[in-house]
């Protein structure tokens, strides 16, 4: 497996690079292109990329954060036909280990490399291997793994953690992992849902009250802030807190105490602080929505959670997850699935992320009733349509494709015959999709395909389609 990927547009060059370097036992491989690239980064185990400056598809800079993100993280040394210092900066700034210039002498390419793997190596020495506890974690895609290399290294420090993705995604039980996995996990975990705090009572709820600081305040009251003293501090939805406990938050924060309500005494707390948001932060900075130094602070650490959508290789694990967690809830044997339940899953989008796969396996289950296997016609009946509308527009291209090749131009039907036969068909296999996803429901069916009652019964009649009832 190659150590050094180099990326240039001018193959004899690159050629030439991996040759020269291959001669000193540094094991290298070439492309022409960023696309390339990213396909072998994702395959490969590459220390470093030699990455050429005057790539067509965009500005390279652009490209250096992107590389350098994907396991195990290559450094990326720039070489540059012009040798500009601003976009030598500049390319330092976005995480370039280095900047030479074309031609580059072989020995310095070596020398650099040479302090690469000696950098990589005494890193990987410095990092113990972290057992991690997934704490319901659950999927082995690349992504994912990602995520979870990210929780390993947010549990052996206390620095601030950032947790980011849909809604859906499972941020909360990133972010118990993290607590579950660090020193503090036999302490509070505490968390403090900031879209549901009222402005009236949010500084009451996070640090308390006195006795007496309200008419009604008979005894003083310990805020969350306190309650997460010696444990973790989860501020879920951190992109609702409004400006003003954002700048009352940020000193809590910088010293780690705070003044209870009506209290004249400061007091401490030692809390390890957790964030979570499906918002654009970055987005709200710039118009001015969320300061850009509390920002800062909560980006210690930054794990961005995959849409469902992107990992459908783990929907396999977690539906079969949590199949056997609801029917042990329920306290019933568990329940198999078919291969077209699971291809159904694996077709759909899932704009709610794993919270909508939990909600529609709980449902299939009960649609399911005492059958021992799933199978999509247990799934809700919006999951399916969606699914029969998405194959439908698919398919219907490549149908036509396949179902007209001709013998001969003698047998070429005219435009109108083509047009009529072709929508036949696609109207023949659209219905009886349609009656199979609704299971006969007239009104149903008329409801998603936007026919009145009589249209749709002309064409159920003149496809030849049964299996309909009158509801």
């Not at 993100?69 to 450094?75: A, S």
């Not at 580059?104 to 650099?112: D, E, K, Q, T």
């Amino acid at each position: 497996m190659a150590d050094i990927l180099i990326i240039d547009t001018d193959k004899d060059f690159a050629a030439h690079m991996a040759k020269d370097l291959s001669r000193h036992e540094i094991d290298t491989t070439y492309c022409n292109s960023i696309a390339k690239a990213i396909g072998l980064l994702h395959t490969g185990n590459y220390k470093a990329v030699i990455l050429d400056e005057d790539l067509p598809e965009g500005k390279v800079l652009d490209y250096i954060t992107a590389i350098r993100k994907i396991q195990p993280y290559p450094e990326v040394i720039v070489l540059s036909q012009n040798g500009d210092p601003n976009t030598a900066e500049q390319a330092v700034q976005n995480g370039a280990w280095d900047y030479i210039t074309k031609p580059p002498s072989i020995h310095r390419i070596i020398a650099i490399i040479n302090r690469v793997k000696e950098y990589h190596t005494e890193r990987q020495a410095k990092c113990s291997p972290v057992s991690l506890r997934r704490e319901g974690i659950i999927g082995n895609s690349r992504t994912l793994q990602s995520c979870l290399d990210k929780v390993a290294q947010a549990s052996t420090s206390d620095t601030n953690v950032l947790i980011t993705g849909n809604t859906g995604t499972g941020k909360e039980l990133f972010a118990k992992a993290i607590h579950k996995n660090s020193a503090r996990e036999k302490n509070p975990f505490v968390v403090v849902d900031c879209a549901a705090l009222p402005d009236t009572l949010a500084e009451n709820l996070l640090f308390g009250h006195e006795r007496g600081a309200y008419t009604s305040a008979d005894s003083s009251s310990v805020g969350l802030i306190k309650q997460a003293d010696g444990g973790t501090l989860f501020l879920d939805e951190i992109g609702e807190l409004p400006l003003a406990m954002q700048k009352v938050f940020l000193r809590v924060l910088e010293g780690r105490c705070f003044r209870p309500v009506g209290g004249v005494k400061e007091i401490t707390s030692n809390f390890r602080l957790l964030a979570a948001t499906n918002r654009d932060l970055e987005g709200m900075v710039s118009s001015k929505e969320f300061r850009q130094d509390l920002f800062y602070r909560l980006r210690g650490i930054h794990i961005q959670l995959p849409p469902l959508q992107t990992i459908s290789e783990d929907i396999n694990d977690l539906t079969c997850h949590f199949i056997r967690r609801h029917c042990q809830q329920l306290k019933i044997d568990s329940k198999g699935f078919s291969p077209d339940f699971l291809n159904a899953l694996m077709l759909y989008e899932w704009p709610g992320n794993i919270r909508e796969l939990i909600n529609t396996i709980e449902q299939a289950i009960s649609r399911a009733e005492t059958e021992t296997i799933l199978y999509p016609r247990h799934l809700p009946r919006t999951i399916r349509a969606h699914i029969a509308k998405r194959e439908l527009e698919k398919n219907a291209p490549k149908a036509v494709k396949k179902e007209n090749k001709i013998a001969d131009a003698a047998n070429y039907p005219d435009l109108k015959t083509y047009r009529n036969e072709q929508t036949a068909g696609i109207e023949k296999r659209y219905l009886k999709d349609l009656i199979e996803i609704t299971q006969g429901n007239i009104k149903q069916s008329c409801h998603i395909s936007g026919l009145s009652r009589a249209r749709l019964y002309a064409l159920i009649k003149q496809h030849g389609i049964t299996r309909i009832s009158s509801r």
